[in-house]
């Protein structure tokens, strides 16, 4: 069998099953984040019948905050796809994830295709394809036996803890306030348990954005119209006990809500 998707399968099973993945194999086990790019595909394809199809993506690593708790200094991409997608006041079971968490994002829908041009994407040129923003949730999953020692790749190949979201109201492009402006808190059971604001996502979402694009690019990929992102965490990783109710407020786009009984 294929390296690649021996690796894929392996990966796919642990999550299909709700058990923790350990170390690969060190014969499929990718060496650098390009093979576990390479990886992360492989499993997008032998999961589609169980997530549907991909309708977006998350950044990780987007924030100081994430970047320190992680232990890894540079963005990370992962797969977002149909079934993972949740409206606000959606109660999840706690028992369909590993070990849940949430995070405070700012997430985009795009109005038109980013397509490469030759040219790199910026902040800038990436703005004017956002069709919406909402206040969103990101569910993660830390499905490893040991996160701290997995290593980078395998949690690329993984989709980099990606188990889904939840969509606040959209707010228009040209109704939003400034993303840098955006204070976003987040609330377990009503209190108060982490803050950050827009400038926390690689020093604007539409950075965070235009490095999504470019990084899509390198393979010979792009973002396509309707497609959501979700920008970064503003706050440290919460995990959650089954029960947990879930509020993430954002200063002028609104609030998002879940619970994962």
């Known amino acids: 069998m294929d390296k690649t998707l021996e690796a894929a399968k392996a990966v796919a099973s642990a999550r299909r099953d709700l058990v923790p993945l350990q170390p690969l194999a060190a014969e499929i086990a990718p060496r650098d984040e390009v093979e576990g790019y390479r990886i992360q595909d492989a499993v997008h394809a032998v999961l589609a019948q169980d997530v549907g199809p991909l309708v977006g993506y998350k950044i990780g690593c987007t924030s100081v905050v994430m970047q320190r708790y992680l232990g890894i200094p540079h963005p990370c991409g992962g797969g977002v796809f149909s079934r993972g997608v949740h409206s606000s006041g959606v109660s999840l079971r706690h028992s369909d994830y590993v070990r849940v968490g949430v995070e405070c994002e700012i997430a985009v ?153």
Request: a negative charge; charged letters at 20%; aromatic letters at 6%.
């Open 109 to 261: 829908r795009l109005a038109r295709d980013l397509t490469p041009t030759g040219s790199a994407f910026t902040a800038d040129t990436v703005a004017g394809a956002i069709d919406a923003y909402h206040p969103a949730i990101e569910i993660v999953d830390d499905r490893y036996a040991d996160w701290r020692t997995i290593g980078a790749p395998t949690l690329v190949a993984d989709d980099f803890f990606a188990a889904g979201c939840v969509l606040g109201k959209p707010v228009s492009r040209q109704a939003a306030p400034d993303l840098l402006d955006v204070a976003g808190i987040a609330f377990i059971n009503g209190v108060e348990v982490g803050r950050g604001t827009g400038a926390d996502a690689l020093g604007h979402p539409h950075a965070a954005l235009a490095w999504l694009a470019n990084h899509l690019a390198a393979g010979r990929k792009s973002l396509r119209a309707g497609q959501i992102v979700l920008t970064g965490s503003l706050v440290q990783t919460v995990w959650l006990n089954a029960g947990d109710k879930v509020l993430m407020e954002m200063s002028g786009l609104g609030t998002v809500a879940a619970e994962f009984a």
